[in-house]
């Protein structure tokens, strides 16, 4: 398992039309990744995520995905995701087409494709539009046992799916405490994983039943702390609940969103960079 | 009439917090909810199991998250289980009592709308989507709706259903089999509607002091039946709008805190 720089990381395995999986539920989110995957003007990708959160907005506003599979599309306690949003109502800065699950099915779909199955299944669903909408991809079943009428979910198995944890140790080991969403299923459901770590340490030190993702299943990893700001790394730094509230009027208008991911983004080289420019390092 | 000394905020929080029994595992949604189901916590309630779809168990923030992943939800957990477990271990396999729901639009049925408004393919709002709310809907023993009313958001008719109430009335619910009851109570800013016992049609059970249920029928998008018995609901007690604005300084303070990372040298 390479240690590698998130540039070398990004440009050896992110290729333009991947299916890329970027996942953290609301802690960990990966973003340093998802910023070098603009700052790299990676196009066309399928973008794979639960709740596509602030790093999806940048990365769609960007023109980097032409199709999105999500659960919950918002910016969470604050509103909309202004850009998802003018990708599918308005089509810029190019249309996204959009596959949606529950979070309950998305889950399912990673689990089974983690566990190399063609589809999942849960109980049949109630009534809703949501089995209508053009791209659903789930269907009804019939239990071979019991003739229970169930839903079956496909498998979800992303070409890469990208992690920021809390530590890696000396054998290359990786360790994420804290809310932990599906990332365990989306890495292992992902034909090839890449992690971004907040720091190396010599061992773990964990618990027995800590979700740690051995060195082996890793493809490679990136040392890069403050990597998962403005979400969160449990142990290290909060989630920056001002900057999703102020989120919401940079990405509200395009050119403001324009200017800010220029400034941010495109001009530092890396996320420390970032980091510094918005005055969170020093 | 001379100011009641809380807000219709306020009132709406209270009152979704009193629906709440002590000692209920209740799935939280962000937003109101949490404001409701912390509230509850703190006050009557202090046996109440608090969920967020996070996964984490049994959490008592000090503070209310604005995200459904807060760290303060972690590290006032009982525990903190994968999301898949949360979905299919413990809400699925019927482990919740209450689940609270928000969404842009209601029927009068209690069935819900956060996908889209206009048309699906080419939407006039791109709304957020499901999220975990049809699964909650379909599996919590109780729900409670938790929306502001307006015209805009009691709808005749959805322009999309997400997630199913009664769907059309009359028991259909019970003929998809869905275990949970569906919805128990929506709460508004003007009172509190509930379901019609034989046609599950909602219907204004309670208005606020000072709210006429001409008002509320004025702020809803279909003819609003009012119950026969229609009550005022008690007015916030100083007790509970303490807590609650306590609850809410905390949250502002907390969440203006600004960040910083130490990047090695």
């Known amino acids: 398992m390479p240690l590698l720089s998130l540039r070398e990381a990004i440009a050896t395995y992110v290729k333009d039309g991947a299916s890329v999986a970027l996942e953290g539920f609301t802690h960990l989110i990966p973003f340093a990744a998802g910023q070098e995957i603009i700052r790299q003007q990676r196009r066309h990708l399928h973008l794979i995520r639960m709740t596509p959160d602030l790093v999806y907005d940048q990365m769609i506003g960007m023109g980097c995905a032409s199709r999105l599979t999500f659960s919950w599309g918002g910016n969470p306690g604050v509103g909309s995701l202004h850009r998802l949003r003018d990708a599918v109502e308005r089509g810029w800065p190019q249309p996204l087409t959009l596959a949606e699950f529950t979070h309950a099915e998305m889950a399912v779909a990673y689990q089974a494709g983690a566990s190399g199955v063609s589809c999942g299944v849960m109980p049949r669903h109630a009534p809703s539009d949501l089995a209508r909408v053009p791209g659903t991809a789930v269907r009804e079943v019939q239990c071979p046992f019991t003739a229970a009428p169930l839903a079956a979910v496909p498998a979800l198995t992303p070409d890469v799916t990208i992690l920021h944890a809390q530590q890696i140790d000396a054998r290359g080991n990786v360790l994420i405490r804290g809310i932990v969403g599906a990332a365990k299923e989306a890495a292992l459901a992902a034909r090839q994983l890449l992690v971004t770590v907040e720091e190396q340490v010599e061992t773990l030190g964990s618990d027995m039943n800590a979700l740690i993702l051995p060195s082996w299943v890793v493809t490679a990893a990136s040392i890069v702390p403050g990597g998962a700001y403005p979400s969160y790394a449990h142990g290290y730094y909060p989630r920056d609940n001002a900057f999703y509230l102020a989120w919401d009027e940079i990405a509200r208008d395009r050119e403001r969103f324009s200017a800010w991911m220029e400034r941010h983004v495109l001009g530092v080289p890396d996320h420390a960079g970032l980091l510094r420019a918005l005055g969170v390092a020093a | ?265």
């Open chain 2, 1 to 265: 009439m001379s100011e009641p000394g809380y807000s219709r905020d306020e009132i709406m929080t209270v009152t979704a917090a009193r629906q709440l029994r002590n000692g209920a595992v209740c799935f939280v949604g962000i937003g109101l909810p949490s404001a409701a189901c912390n509230l509850a916590r703190l006050t009557h309630a202090p046996d109440l199991v608090l969920i967020y779809e996070s996964g984490t168990v049994g959490t008592r923030p000090v503070v209310l998250p604005l995200s459904i992943g807060d760290g303060e939800l972690a590290e006032t957990a009982t525990c903190i289980v994968p999301l898949p477990e949360i979905f299919a271990h413990y809400l699925q396999r019927g482990r919740i009592d209450v689940g609270f729901l928000g969404a842009a639009q209601l029927d009068r049925f209690g069935n819900l709308n956060s996908t889209v408004i206009g048309d699906y393919a080419h939407p006039q709002v791109r709304l957020p989507g499901a999220g975990g709310a049809p699964e909650i809907a379909t599996y919590a023993r109780e729900v409670l709706v938790v929306m502001k009313q307006t015209p805009r958001s009691f709808v005749a008719r959805l322009d999309f259903c997400t997630s199913c109430g009664y769907l059309e009335g009359r028991g259909v619910r019970r003929t998809f089999g869905p275990p949970g009851a569906g919805p128990q109570a929506v709460i508004t800013d003007f009172g509190v509607l509930r379901p019609n016992p034989d046609t599950e049609e909602l219907e204004l059970a309670s208005v606020y002091p000072g709210v006429t249920a001409d008002a509320a029928r004025a702020a809803t998008g279909w003819p609003l039946n009012v119950t026969r018995t229609l009550a005022v609901v008690p007015p916030p007690e100083p007790r509970e709008l303490e807590v609650l604005r306590d609850l809410h300084a905390r949250t502002g303070a907390a969440h203006a805190r600004p960040v910083h990372i130490k990047l090695p040298s």
